[in-house]
């Protein structure tokens, strides 16, 4: 793969994810539709997006997922569905992502991995960072959308510790998709009584799963082959960037003091981890 394709790939890849924020809370800030409906409706379409890509495409028949993954899957669509029916789109990206990378270096230390003293103070400054944007006050973010964001970080990012090594991973993820479905569709029928849906937020949902989600995964998993895996990690902290921006020209969300700073020392923590990982 050219460099040029290879950016051209990556960055439209981390749109498509930064996307999924803008567009969720679009859906649920400015059209009717529900978080369980929206949620169901996002996996559903990625599932139809996902499989439709794999049909078309030549690659490794190994692969089609599980119910475990597919329960991790499903509890970060609904948990980042219903964070974002109060969290800023930025404040939401920057959790998730934050809760995500938390959840894969825990597992590192976890199986037995060291962390050098750039890593340590690295990790230090993203818990603080954390910390400091959840802290009480005018600007911070509701606990409650914090919490479910944070939910969904984990989740995700043991959906992502299980893909490891499961096959083909555009596969995979169509599989897990599929599977996810009428686990949402259960969540839709038990919230019945306070759905409410909407044409406007039922594309935007769409958008969501079958461009943000199963174009941006398929993207994804073509350039990973030719990302160094620190290039890999690094390039992700751009996504909260993005998201906050979408935030903003999409949303009309203001960019807060103290997100900015929670951005810097997060973010910055996590690349330090990241960074002093590939040397090692």
């Given at each position: 793969m050219s460099?040029?394709?290879?950016?051209?790939?990556?960055?439209?890849t981390?749109?498509a994810?930064?996307?999924?924020?803008?567009l969720?809370?679009?859906?649920l800030?400015h059209?009717?539709?529900?978080?369980?409906?929206?949620?169901?409706?996002?996996?559903a379409?990625?599932a139809?997006m996902?499989?439709?890509?794999?049909?078309?495409?030549?690659?490794?028949?190994?692969?089609?997922?599980?119910?475990?993954?597919?329960l991790?899957?499903?509890?970060?669509?609904?948990?980042?569905?219903?964070?974002?029916?109060?969290?800023p789109?930025g404040?939401?990206?920057?959790?998730?992502?934050?809760?995500?990378?938390?959840t894969?270096?825990?597992?590192?230390?976890?199986?037995?991995?060291?962390?050098?003293?750039?890593q340590?103070?690295?990790?230090?400054?993203?818990?603080?960072g954390?910390?400091?944007?959840?802290l009480?006050?005018?600007?911070?973010?509701?606990?409650?959308g914090?919490?479910?964001?944070l939910?969904?970080?984990?989740?995700?990012?043991?959906?992502?510790?299980?893909g490891?090594?499961?096959?083909?991973?555009?596969?995979?993820?169509?599989?897990?998709?599929?599977?996810?479905?009428?686990?949402?569709?259960v969540?839709?029928?038990?919230m019945?009584?306070?759905?409410?849906?909407?044409?406007t937020?039922?594309?935007?949902?769409?958008?969501s799963?079958?461009?943000?989600?199963?174009?941006?995964?398929?993207?994804?998993?073509?350039a990973?082959?030719?990302l160094k895996?620190?290039?890999?990690?690094?390039?992700?902290?751009s996504?909260?960037?993005?998201?906050?921006?979408?935030?903003?020209a999409?949303?009309?969300?203001?960019i807060?003091?103290?997100?900015?700073?929670?951005?810097?020392?997060?973010?910055?923590?996590?690349?330090?981890v990241?960074?002093?990982?590939s040397?090692?």
């Amino acid at each position: 793969m050219s460099n040029a394709r290879l950016l051209i790939i990556t960055s439209l890849t981390m749109v498509a994810f930064a996307g999924n924020s803008v567009l969720c809370r679009m859906a649920l800030e400015h059209t009717r539709i529900d978080a369980a409906s929206f949620t169901t409706i996002r996996l559903a379409s990625g599932a139809l997006m996902l499989w439709l890509i794999v049909s078309l495409r030549r690659g490794s028949d190994v692969g089609s997922g599980n119910w475990l993954s597919s329960l991790a899957l499903f509890v970060y669509a609904a948990g980042f569905s219903f964070a974002y029916v109060s969290l800023p789109a930025g404040t939401g990206a920057l959790l998730l992502f934050g809760a995500v990378q938390a959840t894969m270096i825990g597992y590192g230390l976890f199986a037995g991995e060291r962390l050098f003293k750039l890593q340590v103070i690295g990790l230090v400054l993203a818990l603080g960072g954390l910390v400091g944007l959840l802290l009480p006050g005018i600007s911070a973010p509701p606990l409650y959308g914090s919490v479910l964001m944070l939910g969904a970080g984990v989740a995700w990012g043991i959906y992502s510790l299980r893909g490891r090594g499961a096959g083909d991973p555009t596969r995979v993820t169509a599989g897990n998709f599929l599977r996810a479905v009428p686990i949402s569709v259960v969540l839709s029928l038990l919230m019945l009584r306070g759905t409410s849906l909407d044409v406007t937020g039922f594309w935007y949902a769409v958008a969501s799963g079958a461009l943000a989600s199963g174009v941006g995964y398929a993207l994804w998993y073509t350039a990973l082959p030719a990302l160094k895996t620190t290039s890999a990690a690094t390039v992700q902290l751009s996504v909260p960037v993005l998201a906050a921006l979408g935030g903003v020209a999409f949303v009309g969300e203001p960019i807060t003091l103290r997100l900015a700073l929670a951005s810097v020392a997060i973010l910055g923590g996590i690349a330090l981890v990241i960074r002093q990982r590939s040397h090692s």
